[in-house]
Structures are given as structure tokens and as C-alpha cells.
């Protein structure tokens, strides 16, 4: 089975301030790990991929296999990073690539 | 060009009734999956197709929810006498690839919020 941890449903911080939003993953494989995002009145869309190694929006996430985690980083947030954050897995089970989500977490970047 | 689109975007229904949902992927893509979000949760996953095909329905919670893409495009998920635990939003997605690993990126709908009183 795959599962996505999110412990916490929200956090609050002001602008400037470091984030670091965390998950926690259980797969008996090697999965590949995202990050969606969910500004207000829009559709879920993908922040990042683990294999893609890479920054977006000055947010980035490493693959600790060792801790099974993924945790969303940003040094300095901004008030538009406010947002609905879900964590997602997807196992390689053949045909079907489903993802596996978090329950989310509400970031609210105070001004 | 147009993203993923849903209808309709909202729906009350009576419990009971029969509801139809709607998807249009985006044109081109292979896979098409279906999520259902309950209230504070996250996507939870209901059925895949690669195109006409349905390869996997393992999240179906009933046998009232039927899902069909006969033409390997447009798709309908179909919800039968609805129950108020059916009140969600029903997200759709689409990929381009199929079996392959690689260009998989899964593109979101803004989804049907369905309220059954």
C-alpha cells in the first residue's frame, strides 16, 4: 500500500520567513514524488517533481529515502505563496501512474 | 490552449437521484483519471483509463459509480441514487502518456463540487 503523511493542516508565517512544509511518504518501492499546489479559485497544479531536481517559484523539495520524506522548502516566503499545498506519490505499478495525495496544508504568508 | 474542462462545475442533488459528470481532457492525452476530494481531505483516487479503456477502477467506493470513455476523449462519471456521503468534489485529470514513464505530468480540471442534500 501507498500512503501520503502530511502532519499538519496548517501554517502561518510571516513574509520573509522560512517555510518548510513537510511529508512523509510509505511505499515498499521506488516512487516518484510531487508537490501540488492550489492558489484560491484555481485548479490543482504541479509545483515540482523530485526527479526533476529543480527550484520553482524559489521552492525546493529533496527525496530522503533513508527518512522516507519529501518536505517543501522556501527560505524567504511571500504572500503569494499563500496556498493549499498537497504532497502526492506515484508508485510504479504498470499500467495504471495514479497519484497517491496528502491530506494538504493551508500556507498563509501574513504581509 | 484549453486546459482540462469540467461539467458542471457545480450540482446539487437530492438523495437519490442519478447524477452525470463531465469530463473534457486535454486534446491528444492518452490517460484519463478520476479523483474524488471530501471536505479537508486530499484527492483520492477512483478510476484510470488509457484511452477507451478502463485499466483500473480499484477506487470505485460502490457499484453506483459507473465511469465511461467510450471514444477515448471526452468522459462521464456516473453516480447512481445518490447518498450524502457522495458530497465532493470530483476532480478529473489528464496525461499524455500512456504506459511510458516519461512526459506523465497529470493536468487538473477545476472539478464538479456535488452536494447531495
Known amino acids: 500500500a501507498q500512503r501520503v503523511t502530511q502532519p499538519e493542516k496548517l501554517l502561518s508565517v510571516f513574509k520573509g520567513a522560512p517555510v518548510e512544509l513537510k511529508c512523509n511518504y510509505s511505499?515498499?518501492?521506488?516512487?516518484?514524488l510531487f508537490w501540488y499546489v492550489q492558489y484560491s479559485r484555481q485548479r490543482l497544479q504541479l509545483l515540482l517533481r523530485?526527479?526533476s531536481r529543480e527550484s520553482i517559484k524559489g521552492f525546493t523539495a529533496d527525496l530522503n529515502k533513508g527518512e522516507t520524506s519529501f518536505h517543501l522548502k522556501k527560505p524567504f516566503a511571500q504572500e503569494e505563496d499563500s496556498a493549499m499545498y498537497y504532497c502526492?506519490?506515484?508508485?510504479?505499478?504498470?499500467?495504471?501512474?495514479?497519484?497517491?495525495f496528502g491530506k494538504g496544508i493551508t500556507l498563509s504568508v501574513r504581509p | 490552449g484549453a486546459g482540462v474542462s469540467q461539467s458542471p462545475r457545480y450540482k446539487v442533488a437530492k438523495r437519490g437521484q442519478d447524477v452525470a459528470l463531465r469530463c473534457d481532457p486535454i486534446?491528444?492525452?492518452?490517460?484519463l483519471f478520476w479523483y474524488q476530494q471530501a471536505l479537508g481531505q486530499g484527492p483520492e483516487f477512483l478510476t484510470y483509463?488509457?484511452?477507451?479503456?478502463?485499466?483500473?477502477k480499484s477506487g470505485l467506493p460502490s457499484d453506483r459509480f459507473f465511469a465511461e470513455r467510450p471514444e477515448g476523449s471526452v468522459s462521464t462519471l456516473k453516480i447512481q441514487r445518490t447518498q450524502q456521503e457522495d458530497s465532493a468534489v470530483y476532480l478529473c485529470?489528464?496525461?499524455?502518456?500512456?504506459?511510458?514513464?516519461?512526459?506523465?505530468?497529470?493536468?487538473f480540471g477545476p472539478g464538479t463540487r456535488l452536494t447531495v442534500l
Open positions: 485529470a489528464s496525461s499524455l502518456a500512456g504506459l511510458s514513464y516519461g512526459n506523465n505530468e497529470q493536468f
Open positions: 511505499y515498499s518501492g521506488s516512487p516518484e
Open positions: 523530485h526527479i
Open positions: 502526492a506519490l506515484r508508485g510504479y505499478t504498470g499500467a495504471n501512474s495514479k497519484l497517491t
Open positions: 486534446s491528444g492525452h492518452v490517460s
Open positions: 483509463f488509457q484511452n477507451e479503456a478502463q485499466l483500473d
